[in-house]
Structures are given as structure tokens and as C-alpha cells.
């Protein structure tokens, strides 16, 4: 009687379908698929022996077999196994091997398909990227190695997903609901920091970094989730909004949702939920210590992904907010979306996740007080300064990309204030204008269109305006001017108050380390110019890692005493690195490179150290002691690198100092594939 049939072996064909799948950056010795999209096995069968007991040849056959992942499939680790019946009640089964099963934007039935090619090519499968920092006058580029296709980066981004408080308490049912998009990356946003589960990052804003890392020197992802899964979970030291969100998306990337970080100029942090951001000024212009928790961020980064939103009402797909920096409880941790964009965009903040709380990070409306003892007299009242020059990378570019537009209608427009409005209603629970305090109410919305606004304040008697007259660079002077000009048809005498001060990119002033005093007398319609200069020496010990100095005046005139205030947030410049390459560039082939650095200040610094990584050309990261620097001292050095990866690779290097911050640069390379190889 003929024996069943037998598996012999299994083909998993990784280098294919990994090809086919957009999964061979991860390697291809085994196999990672996405889900809606079939893959092929190839499985070998032996027959029995044709002459039984003594022939010892057998036949082997052999098929294809093709499996297909719904397309809502959860994601992670399966287990494949084949059930073979012969019909005659001879049945075998056979574990075949293990495989794993990412989401799929290039899958129509998938919630995270999109449909632009170049877009997918961007937000899924880059490995490198830009981040902007600065301040709205000055956005400033800086690199990015988010490394997602390292080998084990998949590996450590489903850990991350095992570490989860609900998967803790229920596993199954927690495995079961990683099929949604929505679920994944609400749970990883909890994950990214550090503050109710172990996560990733510890966040500190302290600035005292000893035992971990400064946040200025990161320059990509892959350190620190190596470090976190290396170390059996525990927090990496330490993190701030850009390594929180640079995290966020290489994990999302890895995972197989669309991703892309974006900065936000001008960012509100509204806690107690009227949409407006108190700030406080002391009579001489000193930027004060919150007397509210409300903060002003001069830059607040995120992460966007992109799936569609069943749970919410049409039109509320696509681009949403998630923001792992912990800021504010959700359901009882630190987390915040994913929120619409949509949503955001027409102030319809009542649909999940935290769309509040992301609406007057770009739309709250922002009261400067001076505070006098117990005294508040308000100076300005700004529907227009929350929310500036939202950016992020363009796609296939390496240009910057202003996207306020898909968070908020122009601003002053009608659309504007109805949204507001619209918000504000739906977290007070009515439609009154928000109080600040100290204030009355605000009126409701004016006839004017439904438009929203602070009651207009008395005409300004004076005109002040604040300019840089060099551009800031870390190490040298700073010169600035203050233009002051009479609006009124009689004399003027003048009061000026003038402060500057490092402050933190979350909006945390410190002491000022400079303020002075000028009485000034203007004709009628007389413009007077003051300009001064702050040396170095008065300000380099008390600049912080952010590198940014807040400079206010404060007027105030003698006959109505009306006061004014007018101010300006610096971010000193460092110097650039020079990245020259000095042959062609290889896979597997050593090529040498040349940088050039300086130490910026005008004094010798001790313990420099370059440190360089780049996806698919350093493996891990490394680094050069380069010893002692004197006082703007020039320098270079000449070093080879090993490629091990083909194709378009960004090189990332960065010049470290305890005496000054980080200084970067980067280099983009086409690493030509091996002669006869890959």
C-alpha cells in the first residue's frame, strides 16, 4: 500500500519575495513580507521507495505554493505550518519556519496604502532624512539616520511592541489588535518615551545630561533602539522632542506605515484648555518663569503617519499626529495620537486621539502680560504667532516643505476664526471667547463673518521693531539694533527697557545675563535708532544646549503710559563642517574622506571627538578623538570608510565638545554597486 506523501525540505526564495516585498534592505537570509500581498514558497516532497525494502533510490517532487497575509492581518512573528492529507487517511504536519509580516502601503486593501509612489519611496523606505530646529526666523536643517532596514532593527521595533502595558496584561488580545494602524501606533507612541513602561528615551530638560547623552548629539535612531534592547529594556539618557519624534518614525518606517517628522515654529502647550498661551514680562523686559504651566515652544517636533481612520467620519484619513514626547497624560499615559490632520485643519477636535491638545499646539492664541507684583497689565494680545512655518523634508527633495497649510486655514481668514472657534467650543462646552487671566471674557464671535478675535487694542502710539545686524554665530558678538519711531503728532518721551537671556527651545527662560536702560525724547513722526553689541564673554557661559538668547524691549511712553513690547528669538549659528569625498564610492571598498572642522570659540577646548554614521556605511557608529582645539583653531582629518550597502546613503558626522554644542554635518553619497555583485 503506498505510503503518504513526505516534505523534504522548504525553499522560503527570501532574496525574491524580500525583493518583492520591500523588504531586502532588512536581508535576505530570511524572510519579511507585507501583508495583502502574496509570497512564494517552494516545498520538496519525497515519494515512497519504488522497490520496497531494497531499492534505496527515491523519487523527490517538488511545488510551488503561494500564501497570502489578509490584508488586515496582525503584524509580528508567525509560525508556518503545512497540512498535508493523502486522501486515505494518512495525514502529516509539518512546521515549516518562521516569518514576518510588516503593514503595506503599496496594498490598496491595506489601511496605510499610499498611493503615490515617490511618496512611498520617501515616508516607507528612506532610511535618512531632515529634522528642522531654530526658531521662525531662522529654521535650521539637521540630519537624520533613521537606519530602519538595519538587520535588526525589526527585530527590536516588535520587542518594543511586547514591552506594551496591554500586552503585558493581555497578551492575545493585545496580539489580536495589531492589525490596526490606529492600535500600533498609539501603543508605540507610549513606548518611544520612557515614563509609565520602560520605553526607549528618558526625557530631560534640565540641562544636566551627566550619565547619558546630550539630545543635541544624536544623529540617528539606530544607537539608541540598539542601545535599549541591548541594555534588556531599560530607558536610553537621555531625549528631547526631535529624538523622541526621529525615534517615532524610523520605528513606524520599520513597521511599515508611512511616516515623516515634522517641526513646529512657535508651538503651544495650552494646559488648562481655553486655547490661549500666557507668557509673562517683568518691568524690565525679563522674560519670566511660567507663572502658568502654558509654555511657548520656539520648536516642537512630531511625527505624522499615514493610514486611513475607519473609527472617525469620512475625510479624516491620512496624514495624523503622533507626538511620543511626554507632555500630557492620555488615558492615563504619556502619549498623544494619533490625532487627524483634517480634523485639526477645521477645528473639529472632538474625534480621537488628542486633536485638543494638538489644535493649540498650532492655533491657540497667545497674551503677553507684565507682571508687576500682583499686578497684570496686558501688552499684546497675538491670534497669529501660535503655529509658524510648520515643516518637514519634501518628498525625493532635500528641500524644506511648509505644510501650516494642512493644519490651519491663513491666518486673520474667516475659515481661521470659525475653527477656532469651532475647537474652543468644543472644549469649553460653549461658545465663549477664552479668558486669560486677570481678563474679562472675550466677547463671542463678532457679526463680522463669524470671525473671532481679542478686542482691539488703543492705537500704538510708537513703532518698535528689533533687528539682528550680523548675523549670530556662536563665538562672536552680538549686534543688534532697535528702531523706535513716533507715531503721534507731538513730542514723545521714551522709556526703554532692554533684556536679553539664553532660554530652552520649550520656552524656558533663564536669568538674563544682560539688561540696560535708555530714555530716549522723538519729535513727532522722528525714527531713532539704538544699536548695542554683547560680547561673547558676557553671554558664551550662559548659553544653553539649544544655543538660543531671547531679546525683549520694553517701551514706555510718558504721557499715556502706554506700554509696548516688542522681542526676538536668536539661535547662534555654528559653524559648518566641510565633508569632501576623495574617490568613488564602492560597495565593500574602502574610499577615504576629508573633513574639516573649527573650534568656534575664542578660547582652547579640550576633548573633541568626531562621530560619524550613515546607514549602509557605518555599521553602529564611529568615532575619532581629535584631543585639544585651540582658540579657533581650523583643523581636518583624513579617514577611510567600508560602504556594505549600494545605492543613495547619507553620511552623517558630528563634532562633539563639553565646551561647546554639537556642531554637524552631512554628506549625500551614490554607492556604486560591487563590479559583478550587488
Known amino acids: 500500500m503506498a505510503s503518504g506523501l513526505q516534505l523534504a525540505s522548504i525553499d522560503w526564495q527570501s532574496p525574491r519575495n524580500n525583493l518583492r516585498h520591500h523588504t531586502a534592505e532588512m536581508g535576505t537570509q530570511r524572510l519579511v513580507v507585507r501583508r495583502g500581498q502574496a509570497f512564494g514558497l517552494r516545498l520538496h516532497f519525497l515519494t515512497r521507495g519504488y522497490q520496497p525494502g531494497l531499492d534505496a533510490i527515491y523519487l523527490i517532487a517538488e511545488t510551488d505554493v503561494a500564501v497570502l497575509a489578509p490584508a488586515r492581518a496582525p503584524i509580528g512573528r508567525y509560525q508556518l505550518k503545512i497540512h498535508i492529507d493523502s486522501g486515505r487517511g494518512e495525514a502529516a504536519s509539518y512546521l515549516l519556519g518562521e516569518f514576518i509580516l510588516l503593514f503595506n502601503a503599496w496594498c490598496p486593501e491595506d489601511d496605510v496604502y499610499l498611493g503615490s509612489e515617490p511618496e ?35 527585530d527590536i521595533c516588535l520587542r518594543l511592541l511586547d514591552r506594551n502595558l496591554n500586552y503585558r496584561r493581555n497578551p492575545a488580545r493585545d496580539c489580536s489588535l495589531r492589525g490596526s494602524a490606529v492600535y500600533v501606533s498609539r501603543v508605540l507612541s507610549a513606548m518611544v518615551n520612557s515614563n509609565d513602561d520602560n520605553g526607549v528615551l528618558l526625557g530631560n530638560w534640565s540641562e544636566d545630561y551627566s550619565g547619558g547623552v546630550r539630545p543635541t548629539q544624536w544623529s540617528g535612531s539606530v544607537a539608541i533602539l540598539r542601545q535599549w534592547y541591548s541594555a534588556g529594556g531599560q530607558p536610553v539618557r537621555y531625549g528631547q522632542c526631535w529624538v523622541f519624534a526621529a525615534v517615532m518614525c524610523t520605528v513606524m518606517r520599520c513597521l511599515g506605515i508611512p511616516a515623516r517628522v515634522v517641526t513646529n515654529f512657535n508651538s503651544g502647550h495650552d494646559t488648562d484648555g481655553n486655547l490661549v498661551i500666557d507668557v509673562f514680562y517683568d518691568k524690565t523686559g525679563q522674560l519670566l518663569p511660567r507663572e502658568s504651566k502654558d509654555s511657548v515652544w520656539n520648536f516642537h517636533v512630531w511625527t505624522e503617519c499615514w493610514m486611513a481612520r475607519r473609527d472617525l467620519p469620512v475625510g479624516y484619513g491620512g496624514w495624523q499626529v503622533l507626538d511620543a514626547t511626554p507632555q500630557e497624560r492620555s488615558d492615563g499615559l504619556y502619549r498623544c495620537g494619533p490625532a487627524p490632520v483634517a480634523a485639526i485643519r477645521e477645528g473639529d477636535v472632538q474625534h480621537r486621539y488628542d486633536a485638543p491638545f494638538v489644535f493649540s499646539m498650532v492655533n491657540a492664541d497667545r497674551v503677553a502680560w507684565l507682571l508687576s507684583g500682583t499686578r497684570r497689565e496686558k501688552l499684546h494680545w497675538d491670534k497669529d504667532s501660535i503655529g509658524i512655518h510648520i515643516s518637514t523634508k519634501r518628498a525625493g527633495s532635500q528641500d524644506r516643505e511648509d505644510i501650516t497649510g494642512t493644519y490651519k486655514h491663513p491666518e486673520g481668514s474667516v475659515e481661521e476664526r470659525r475653527a477656532f472657534l469651532r475647537a474652543l467650543t468644543a472644549r469649553t462646552g460653549g461658545g465663549a471667547e477664552p479668558a486669560a487671566p486677570g481678563s474679562e471674557a472675550r466677547s463671542s464671535a463678532t457679526a463680522a463673518g463669524g470671525s473671532l478675535g481679542p478686542p482691539a487694542p488703543p492705537e500704538a502710539p510708537l513703532s518698535l521693531r528689533l ?28 522709556k526703554l527697557s532692554l533684556s536679553a537671556q539664553p532660554v530652552l527651545h520649550d520656552g524656558t527662560p533663564r536669568p538674563p545675563f544682560w539688561q540696560d536702560r535708555h530714555y530716549l525724547s522723538l519729535r513727532p513722526q522722528e525714527e531713532k535708532r539704538l544699536s548695542w553689541r554683547i560680547a561673547y564673554g558676557q553671554y558664551g557661559q550662559h548659553l544653553g544646549e539649544d544655543r538660543q538668547v531671547e531679546v525683549v524691549a520694553l517701551a514706555e511712553e510718558n504721557a499715556s503710559w502706554q506700554k509696548m513690547l516688542v522681542e526676538k528669538t536668536i539661535t547662534l549659528a555654528s559653524p559648518t563642517l566641510t565633508i569632501s569625498v576623495l574617490a568613488p564610492v564602492v560597495k565593500g571598498q574602502p574610499f577615504p574622506l576629508h573633513v574639516e572642522f573649527v573650534n568656534p570659540l575664542p578660547q582652547p577646548v579640550g576633548g573633541c571627538v568626531l562621530l560619524m554614521e550613515g546607514g549602509g556605511l557605518v555599521k553602529g557608529q564611529a568615532s575619532i578623538e581629535l584631543g585639544p582645539l585651540q582658540a579657533q583653531e581650523k583643523g581636518g582629518i583624513k ?25 554637524k554635518g552631512w554628506k549625500r553619497l551614490e554607492v556604486a554597486p560591487r563590479p559583478g555583485g550587488s
Open 120 to 154: 512611498r519611496q520617501e515616508y516607507v523606505l528612506s532610511e535618512d532624512g531632515i529634522l528642522y530646529q531654530g526658531n521662525q526666523d531662522w529654521i535650521q536643517p539637521s540630519p537624520w539616520n533613521y537606519g530602519q532596514f538595519e538587520e535588526d532593527l525589526v
Open 467 to 494: 533687528r539682528l545686524v550680523e548675523s549670530a554665530e556662536i563665538g562672536q558678538d552680538l549686534h543688534l539694533m532697535l528702531l523706535v519711531q513716533n507715531l503721534e503728532g507731538a513730542q514723545q518721551e521714551v
Open 639 to 663: 579617514f577611510q570608510l567600508t560602504p556594505y550597502k549600494s545605492g543613495p546613503r547619507q553620511l552623517h558626522v558630528t563634532l562633539t565638545s563639553s565646551h561647546f554644542p554639537p556642531i
